[in-house]
């Protein structure tokens, strides 16, 4: 983006008109022009001047500012300045502006430069959090100046068009799943733990489901990538400052000995028996199966640092069959599951008096 200063003619004569001038890609869609270019993060606070606030919502064209989640992205940005992502921004120019095309071939013409006046009035549709993001990072460093984010820019054609553009941009969007989200996650270390747990135990590489948060009714897994995720965050609540290959090293072990003492999970793995029938029938092939087993393995290891691996085979002498009336009023409601935290808490508790471990005075 470069700054010119051009003639323009008025009532009174030629006066001087200065202009932001933008290497810019024209394009179509629905029959309207839009332009695509870079702009440097050091021009956002200048460009995209926020919405009054106290604006009825009927007289603005996105959302209000949800402040509390500007220093989130903020301190993204700053945290991994080699490798953080930010998508375009979209805004509406309300201003005459002229295009000049590179060329007067087909892709010439597509190519050029954008002149846009420097009084012109640039409203956000999408990425408002993002800009005030960036306003936030460039006080803390002011390097990030020097760099780019995509703008996508249409003609302010009203605040009819521009409400209903925020609105369909953010219409369809999806976060992704809870466990797809920790597969694609490389940055926080319980996710690097829980990958390296499902690379090196053969139940868990077979029958983890790394893409949904809930398991589909006929799936051939047994549990998700975010249950394991939540369970092994249990068992190193109190390992979260040891070193990583420690974290990991011990959590192998740890799902690793669950799992020799489970042979039912063994059985799917080598499909002598579904993982729906599994289900069906055993208790042990539900979260709350596994979120139990990662607390009460968390006091486990602090009990019995050196003899736990011992203790745990106690885990074989625990009918799981859903019909034990053990679990009727503890973790089951009318023969149903319970999710709840409630539950939970009761089946650590028993899990607990399994492995001859202290209970607190709630359990």
């Not at 319970?338 to 005075?361: D, F």
């Amino acid at each position: 983006m470069t700054k010119d200063k051009g003639r323009m003619t008025n009532d009174q004569g030629l006066i001087p008109s200065f202009e932001y001038v933008l290497p810019a890609i024209r394009g179509i869609q629905a029959g309207r022009e839009y332009y695509v270019s870079m702009c440097p993060v050091r021009f956002i606070p200048k460009l995209f001047a926020r919405e009054d606030e106290e604006n009825p919502p009927d007289q603005r064209v996105a959302r209000s500012l949800n402040s509390k989640r500007v220093p989130d992205m903020a301190n993204y940005i700053l945290n991994n300045p080699d490798n953080y992502t930010v998508s375009a921004i979209t805004a509406a120019i309300d201003a005459d502006i002229n295009f000049e095309p590179i060329g007067i071939e087909k892709e010439g013409r597509k190519m050029g430069r954008l002149r846009v006046p420097m009084d012109a009035r640039f409203q956000i549709t999408d990425g408002q959090h993002r800009c005030a993001a960036f306003e936030w990072a460039l006080k803390q460093n002011p390097a990030l100046g020097y760099e780019t984010v995509a703008v996508i820019l249409v003609l302010d054609i009203g605040l009819r068009y521009s409400q209903q553009m925020f609105l369909d941009l953010n219409r369809y969007g999806v976060h992704p799943d809870a466990s797809l989200a920790i597969l694609y996650d490389h940055r926080h270390p319980q996710a690097t733990v829980v990958k390296a747990v499902i690379r090196n135990i053969n139940v868990f590489r077979s029958l983890i489901d790394k893409e949904h948060q809930t398991l589909p009714v006929r799936s051939g897994k047994l549990f998700t990538l975010h249950t394991l995720y939540n369970a092994t965050s249990m068992l190193l609540a109190d390992w979260q400052t040891a070193e990583l290959e420690q974290q990991i090293d011990l959590a192998i072990r740890y799902w690793q000995a669950v799992s020799y003492c489970i042979p039912d999970w063994e059985a799917v793995r080598q499909r002598t028996v579904s993982a729906r029938e599994m289900r069906q029938d055993y208790v042990h092939s539900h979260a709350i199966a596994l979120l139990g087993l990662g607390a009460v393995g968390s006091v486990l290891l602090s009990v019995y640092p050196h003899s736990w691996e011992e203790r745990l085979q106690e885990l074989r002498q625990i009918d799981w069959l859903r019909s034990n009336p053990d679990w009727e009023g503890r973790i089951m409601v009318k023969g149903q599951i319970s999710r709840s935290r409630t539950s939970i808490g009761r089946m650590v508790a028993y899990l607990k008096g399994y492995l001859g471990l202290p209970l607190t005075s709630q359990e």
